[in-house]
């Protein structure tokens, strides 16, 4: 038996811990520990749940406007707002956005090196490289010169030491099986989507701002004017360059990263049956479709068990609760008892061992991560639950959209509870998104062609308006999973707050009954071939694509000095 420790795990927004045991080339047991303490909860009580949005987007700099936006729907259920409809509409654009870029970034930029090895790419022919590109896709850089020069570029990189995110990897590792062009290939792919989701998130810019932590949301609605006549607000010129934006995002999305995922998932079929998990999938749905009360998503919510996706259940979110037997907290009531959101507290304490950690104390608490359950089952979030709802409930172009992965592969449903199902799901999502962007942007124009330039619920703006005491949840689907805010409010401030986010569902620790999380359940039975090399166990944690920063914060209680930045010339 040998004992994995992968500290830290790279390539994702901040700091995650993951042991494992590992006996005859397998992952027999293991354990997921965030290593950093969240403490914007603490930080929100006392303050005005107005402002809430603006330190919640702070979580995290790569989940900015989802924490914006499910803290403004906790506080305006609870003092009853209604945003108008364009502010429902400009929501939902950011968030499309967000989330399209986000799975790009994902793929290419933290999960891809998983399976491409870049120092293979060196002995590539460009020619066959051409040919290979040409045959999956109609994408114009694909000649020969193109992946010259590429292979080119790469070759300088690695004789000048210099290779940067491609530097401190495990190239040459067995579980590699790409040949030579198709990780050439993925290496240009890495390099063009960085330049694009730069210039597709302009539209963050164009509706926010700014990116990250946009500037436009407001309680009740947005802040950006929308008004055809007028250069100062969203007019028609501003949907011209959205049109424009969205266009090259989807043209990215279905020529490119679709391909790519299909072609590089054809090596790697055996990741159809490794990394299922806990089979318990759970999303609150996404993207509103009219102004109800509570109206039709559409990415619908719902909750799936036992990977059974002949039924969808209703979701029921007082059903969700949170643990801390194995986390380092406490609760005022007893550890053994696990408590609703509403009801939650963050009384951080640590007794795990100082860092470098090397060795956690796996019996008793070793995560700053609560442990969030549903009806006491552990669930799976994120596009892959998504995505097995919406195919559960009929969906149509996700129907659509599974069959031709499926097809492609040459595999069955139940090739989807994998970590490839995973990398397929959050592609399949991508192309869903990019192609309902121009519906949403049409739906604007259309606002503002008819007259209606309304962004604000004025009438729920004071607080001499809201109830005296009072509760509010605000849900979201977050590109990592459900993501949900829950606030208490008495005399217009906040008495409590807390979040649940996607990654806290995801990478929690074991329970008060001693249930794995979906990281540490869909860990058990990786091939592992070299444990000092442990790239497989990579695999499937990326395929989740972690974001701890979202489930903690650091601190250091001592305030010692962490870092030193210098200014100037």
Partial sequence: MTHVVVDPVTRIEGHLRIEAEVDGGQVKDAWSSSTMFRGIELILKGRDPRDAWAFTQRICGVCTTVHAIASIRAVENAIGATPPPNARILRTLINAAQCIQDHVIHFYHLHALDWVDVVSALSADPAKTSSLAQSISDWPLSSTQYFTGVKTRLKDFVDRGQLGPFANAYWGHPAYKLPPEANLMAVAHYLEALDWQREFIKI????????????SFLVGGMATPVDPNSQSSLNIGTISNLRALAAKGQDFV???YLPDVLAIAGFYKEWAGIGAGVGNYMTYGSYPENDAPNPPMFLPAGIIMKQDIGKVLALDPSRISESVKHAWYDYSGGDDKALHPSQGETLPHYTGPQPPYERLDLAQKYSWLKSPRYGGDAMEVGPLARMLVAYASGQPRVKELVGVALGSLKVGPEALFSTLGRVAARCIETV??????????????ANMGSGDYRI???????????PKDCFGAGYHEAPRGALGHWVHIKDGIIVNYQCVVPSTWNAGPRDVAGKRGPYEASLLGTPVAKPEQPLEILRTVHSFDPCMACGVHVVDVHKRELAHVRGGP
Avoid: C, F, T, Y
């Fill in 204 to 215: 963050h810019a164009i509706l926010g701002g700014k990116n990250p932590h946009l500037q």
């Fill in 254 to 256: 279905k020529r490119v």
């Fill in 432 to 445: 869903l998104l990019a192609e309902k962007m121009d519906g949403w942007i049409d739906e604007l124009a």
């Fill in 456 to 466: 604000q619920d004025n009438a729920k703006w004071d607080p001499k308006s809201w």
